[in-house]
């Protein structure tokens, strides 16, 4: 069947809703409105402003909200309306979800799934549009998911609310309204593991989320010059499936990571590192970085263009580490 990205979160949302009467919804503006994306549209009117509920202002308040109702025993779906806004609730899940397995020995688990916007390219300006999903992949004791195709915004939702433990969904705003056919039966999926979207000799581009697609188009624009790029979509952040990632490295001895965050300490540092820790003998060229500059995300189109890695960025890495740039 044809649908949109955001039809694909959404059936994921209400399939859970069936599945379990004790998921539930809350956020700001999920209910009534149908959310900021319009990605819980319709919902309430189905099911009711008691599972699908509107907050206040407060991502502190409803995040702690939601991570007692999973230690008494529900399965909440919380969401928080941009990464921008869950730093409102990092202390909520920095020190309170992330931690009550270790701090209790592993006796109590706290199954919350935290669903999020991120990303630019909406001229939403800085407050809305930045990436910090690789912030959240360096803190144990969660889950990070970039689900970047419409089989995996509708079925990691299903895994996720299986976890005994936190896990954090970001979706690239920018995927919202992509469309494309999904199996009527399409169920859970893997979320430990990273996909090879396509296979190439020559060099390994790694990236996840809203990137991937322009990572792919980089990749068909090189293979009309003889440059078979292989494209790894990592899907799950933390934990990272190192396997994958070697692996492709160790077949192609080149790599370029395209990383939406901001390059300094970014998620494409830790992979770099993880390459030359485990692959540096089979490195035939230095690594390659394609992220967004270092600013604040601009509000005028043709800046905030400009401050994203895009497929001409990509093309112009790949060429530099294969020398082509000569």
């Not at 869950?86 to 109590?108: C, E, K, P, V, Y």
């Not at 792919?216 to 396997?243: G, T």
């Amino acid at each position: 069947m044809e649908l949109s990205y955001r039809e694909a979160v959404r059936a994921a949302i209400r399939d859970a809703l069936i599945r379990d009467q004790r998921v539930f919804l809350m956020g700001e503006d999920v209910g009534r409105y149908g959310g900021c994306y319009a990605v819980s549209k319709g919902l309430q009117a189905e099911f009711g402003p008691e599972r699908i509920r509107d907050t206040p202002l407060s991502e502190s308040g409803f995040t702690g909200a939601g991570i007692g109702a999973a230690i008494a025993g529900m399965r909440p779906i919380v969401e928080l309306m941009t990464v921008n806004f869950s730093l409102l609730a990092l202390d909520q899940i920095l020190n309170t979800a992330a931690s009550i397995r270790h701090m209790s020995g592993g006796q109590f688990g706290v199954p919350v799934v935290i669903r999020m916007a991120t990303g630019a390219g909406r001229q939403l300006a800085a407050q809305h549009s930045h990436s910090l999903e690789g912030w959240y992949a360096h803190v144990p004791g969660i889950k990070v998911l970039a689900p970047a195709t419409l089989e995996d915004a509708r079925g990691m939702l299903w895994t996720a609310l299986q976890d005994p433990d936190p896990v954090l969904i970001f979706e690239n705003i920018m995927l919202y309204n992509m469309t494309g056919k999904l199996a009527a039966d399409a169920g859970p999926v893997e979320i430990e593991k990273a996909a090879v979207r396509r296979h190439g000799r020559d060099i390994s581009l790694i990236t996840y989320g809203g990137s991937l697609w322009k990572t792919l188009e980089a990749a068909s624009q090189l293979a009309k010059e003889n440059i078979e790029a292989e494209v790894i979509d990592l899907r799950s952040l933390r934990p990272l499936d190192d396997a994958t990632i070697v692996a492709s490295v160790s077949k192609t001895r080149r790599a370029v990571i395209v990383d939406e965050g901001w390059r300094s300490g970014s998620i494409s540092a830790e992979i770099c590192t993880r390459i030359v820790e485990q692959a540096f003998w089979e490195l035939d060229a230095p690594l390659g970085r394609v992220c967004s500059e270092e600013v604040p995300i601009p509000y005028p189109h043709h800046l905030e263009q400009a401050a994203l890695p895009q497929p001409s960025k990509i093309v112009a890495a790949v060429k530099s580490a294969l020398g082509r740039d000569r």
